[in-house]
């Protein structure tokens, strides 16, 4: 696998911060571009790993891991966000009401489970990853413009994908509350993507369904919020706040010398 010498360069970084290797493998059973895993607990290593069948260079998606795990590191107080009992049971209470996706679709009581799981984790994911991701893509595009035309075509790539979201497919199976939390992040990324290369079309789709101006406040939440690592939590609470989604997860402590 050759790497770009940047992205061996911030791969350093992350070792000289966090004083933990990063490996970088690649796995063809991905569902996703790429992961990673933060060393804890008994495991010393950062792992970064990557579908190569579905990127042509990893070098941005690698730099990108490696930005989450920086950030993590600039602080002295560790975090990491943990989706609460609360959180999961609204998302069932929600699927399972008389007028509820799970109910309408006569879904069976392991189904719902399932879809809750999914559609739960899922929305937590995109909480924890899409605000702080920004500040990620800011790093990039100021320390490392090499890395330019990668950034961009992982950024179209993710808002085509995104859109899929918008399928009435989607929206019968997900209660009305995830649906839109789900679309209005999805709007803030395309938004942030539409006024960084100028084309107003990015963000279109969501504008015509109606979630762009949620998405906008979300963006001006981000320009409010410091920049630092350490306003890193208050970036994520701010979202939490303006989507109802406060209790739904919460803070944990982060120590790579204890098991967690």
């Given amino acids: 696998m050759a790497l770009r010498e940047i992205t061996r360069s911030v791969i350093t970084l992350v070792e000289n911060a966090s004083g933990c290797p990063v490996v970088v493998n690649e796995d063809r059973s991905l569902a996703t571009l790429a992961i990673s895993r933060i060393a804890r607990g008994a495991n010393k290593i950062h792992s970064i790993s990557f579908n190569p069948s579905a990127v042509r260079e990893p070098d941005y998606l690698i730099c990108y891991q490696c930005g989450f795990i920086l950030r993590l590191f600039g602080v002295p107080a560790r975090v990491d966000l943990a989706g609460t009992t609360e959180?999961?049971?609204?998302?069932?209470?929600?699927?399972?009401?008389?007028?509820?996706?799970?109910?309408?679709?006569?879904?069976?009581?392991?189904?719902?489970?399932?879809?809750?799981?999914?559609?739960?984790?899922?929305?937590?994911?995109?909480?924890?990853?899409?605000?702080?991701?920004?500040?990620?893509?800011?790093?990039?595009?100021?320390?490392?413009?090499?890395?330019?035309?990668?950034?961009?075509?992982?950024?179209?790539?993710?808002?085509?994908?995104?859109?899929a979201a918008l399928s009435p497919d989607i929206k019968k199976i997900a209660p009305k509350k995830v649906y839109?939390?789900?679309?209005?992040?999805?709007?803030?990324?395309?938004?942030?993507?539409?006024?960084?290369?100028?084309?107003?079309?990015?963000?279109?789709?969501?504008?015509?369904?109606?979630?762009?101006?949620?998405?906008?406040?979300?963006?001006?939440?981000?320009?409010?919020?410091?920049?630092?690592?350490?306003?890193?939590?208050?970036?994520?609470?701010?979202?939490?706040?303006r989507l109802s989604l406060t209790g739904w997860y919460r803070w944990i402590p982060y120590d790579a010398r204890q098991e967690s």
């Fill in 87 to 163: 959180g999961r049971q609204v998302v069932h209470r929600l699927l399972s009401a008389p007028d509820g996706p799970g109910k309408k679709l006569k879904l069976p009581a392991e189904s719902i489970e399932a879809l809750r799981d999914q559609l739960f984790e899922g929305l937590m994911t995109q909480l924890r990853s899409i605000p702080i991701g920004f500040r990620v893509d800011s790093w990039i595009m100021r320390e490392y413009p090499e890395l330019t035309q990668l950034q961009r075509e992982m950024a179209m790539r993710q808002i085509k994908d995104n859109l």
């Fill in 180 to 241: 839109q939390s789900n679309l209005s992040m999805s709007a803030a990324f395309a938004e942030f993507w539409a006024r960084h290369y100028a084309d107003s079309s990015l963000s279109l789709p969501y504008k015509a369904a109606g979630y762009l101006k949620v998405g906008e406040e979300l963006l001006a939440i981000l320009d409010e919020v410091p920049h630092e690592p350490a306003s890193d939590r208050d970036l994520v609470d701010a979202w939490s706040e």
